[in-house]
């Protein structure tokens, strides 16, 4: 399964979702109604405050997590659409492509496809639903992109602009297909 994720200093993005990047770490059930995510023993809920800012989002586990909150709902929005997403013990195959800022990508790009890019399969409780996972691949792309590129096929055609409002920047990216002919 592919999913787009925009890991913003304000909110993370999906293909169905936006959510405040925060985190809070609760080690105690977090209350009924609430998203709530249950990884290596520890429970966590998210924030309507965002996280401190990090120019790397590799330093601690934080974006880790709330990668797993976008897998998460993204894993929920399938299942309301009909999509068996259960695996019945084996893991599921997730490939993320995900987004950085422009000014940081090149720098960035390869650190935070490491950190992303587990070795080992990953267990997580999403909402009182279990889901085994194996992340396969990451793409990292320049911010909006890599949502972008998720309906390429369906609706971009050969011309579009992409436009990502961020919580405190905007980007403006314009992408035009072009195909090579050779004789």
């Known amino acids: 399964m592919l999913i787009p994720i925009d890991h913003g200093n304000r909110n993370m993005k999906t293909l169905h979702h936006v959510f405040t990047s925060g985190l809070i770490e609760n080690p105690h059930m977090v209350v009924a109604g609430n998203d709530a995510l249950e990884f290596e023993g520890k429970t966590y809920a998210l924030s309507n405050e965002r996280l401190l800012y990090h120019r790397d989002k590799t330093v601690n586990v934080d974006y ?28 599921h195959d997730i490939e993320l492509a995900v987004g950085l800022p422009p000014a940081h990508y090149q720098s960035l790009c ?74």
């Open 64 to 91: 880790f997590i709330l990668t797993l909150f976008a897998i998460g709902k993204e894993f929920d929005t399938a299942k309301k659409q009909g999509v068996d997403i259960y695996t019945d013990g084996y893991p």
């Open 110 to 183: 390869q650190k935070f496809k490491e950190y992303l890019l587990r070795p080992e399969v990953i267990d997580f409780t999403y909402n009182d639903c279990t889901y085994t996972i194996e992340i396969n691949e990451v793409q990292c792309f320049p911010q909006a992109f890599a949502a972008a590129m998720t309906r390429y096929n369906d609706e971009m055609g050969k011309r579009a602009t992409i436009i990502d409002l961020g919580g405190y920047t905007a980007f403006l990216m314009k992408y035009i297909h072009t195909i090579y002919l050779y004789d």
